[in-house]
């Protein structure tokens, strides 16, 4: 959908909330995307061609040879935190400011993480197909016995915002032994704040009952936990990947399930998604759900709201809200 102005142009890649499009429509000329077609690279080029801004939603992915293409665009404003899908050095080198959406979606995130430490620690989808099957005719004494929560230690690899939200409810809301593993220690005070240990990660993978990743994904990040680290975790444990596809091996993730070198594990996020490693499909110890873990309706509209305030911010204010290079703010 086109309309023709001579305001500035911009795409909106995907279906989004009205209310993006009609704020966007007071300062811009809006190409968007409401049948929500996924385009290939060469139709997102081709759209990209002659916009000066775009409206990402985190699956686009922005290098440099989409970016020779596209000589007029000065801004990508992802609705996502994780901007793994920019090249943001090749953006830097081109002049075109990256943009995330931080901080709206921490507390559901984290809300999130808990649901799918609940759902995989005691067996809550497996049961219910358990039960939908009709094959509950009696209680038993161990029917779908899970791992204990509250009390238990709880492993974060990542210990941004999002980690930090995880902390809180542990301690607070589960009384559980926090540690954790990070690029950079935090100060003690914060540790303090967040009764959360550091350790270094083998510690964390032998000690954890529970794993959670919400890391973020680099090059550096791939496979961080792959058959050698699934190989340290205690038999009991479950692990939960909140954070990208590829932080774990997900065809070692399966073996692991199936062998049961580990208990359980809950994905929201999958190497190549939306495909999913068909030996995760085959596992009964697995909780799977389609990366939704930010999706509330409040939340991806402040999501959403924030790659507005970065495209108006920057191309009608020159100040953008969240800018991850700003170095191109100094450019112009
Ligand atoms: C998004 C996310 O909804 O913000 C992020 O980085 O992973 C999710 O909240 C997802 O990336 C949609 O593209």
């Known amino acids: 959908m086109t309309q023709s102005s001579n305001k500035p142009r911009i795409l909106v890649t995907r279906a989004i909330f009205p209310s993006v499009i009609e704020r966007l429509s007071a300062h811009f000329s809006v190409e968007s995307n409401p049948e929500d077609t996924l385009w290939d690279r060469p139709q997102l080029m081709a759209r990209l061609v002659d916009k000066v801004g775009a409206f990402t939603t985190g699956t686009e992915r922005i290098d440099a040879e989409l970016l020779v293409h596209c000589p007029q665009l000065r801004i990508c404003a992802n609705m996502t935190v994780g901007y793994n899908n920019f090249d943001l050095p090749a953006m830097t080198a081109a002049g075109v400011l990256g943009t995330n959406a931080p901080d709206v979606l921490t507390e559901t995130t984290a809300d999130f993480g808990f649901a799918l430490l609940l759902a995989t620690a005691r067996r809550v989808t497996e049961s219910e197909h358990f039960l939908r099957a009709g094959l509950w005719t009696r209680w038993s004494y161990d029917m779908f016995s899970g791992a204990e929560v509250h009390g238990s230690t709880l492993g974060i690899i990542g210990m941004g915002r999002i980690g930090q939200a995880i902390a809180r409810r542990a301690a607070l809301g589960f009384g559980m032994q926090v540690i954790y593993h990070n690029r950079s220690r935090l100060d003690s005070a914060t540790e303090q704040a967040l009764s959360a240990r550091y350790v270094d990660k083998t510690t964390l993978l032998q000690s954890a009952d529970h794993i959670m990743l919400v890391l973020p994904y680099s090059a550096e990040a791939h496979h961080t936990i792959g058959a050698a680290e699934l190989a340290c975790m205690k038999p009991t444990a479950t692990l939960i ?92």
């Open 241 to 332: 990947n909140l954070a990208r596809g590829g932080i774990v091996d997900d065809a070692a993730l399966a073996q692991a399930l199936r062998n049961r070198t580990i208990a359980a594990a809950g994905l929201d996020v999958f190497e190549g998604e939306p495909r999913v490693h068909p030996g995760l499909l085959t596992v009964p110890n697995v909780v799977l759900t389609p990366h939704i873990a930010s999706a509330t309706a409040g939340t991806r509209q402040a999501m959403a709201d924030v790659a507005v305030d970065n495209l108006v911010g920057f191309l009608v204010h020159g100040q953008p809200r969240t800018p991850l290079n700003p170095q191109v703010l100094a450019l112009r």
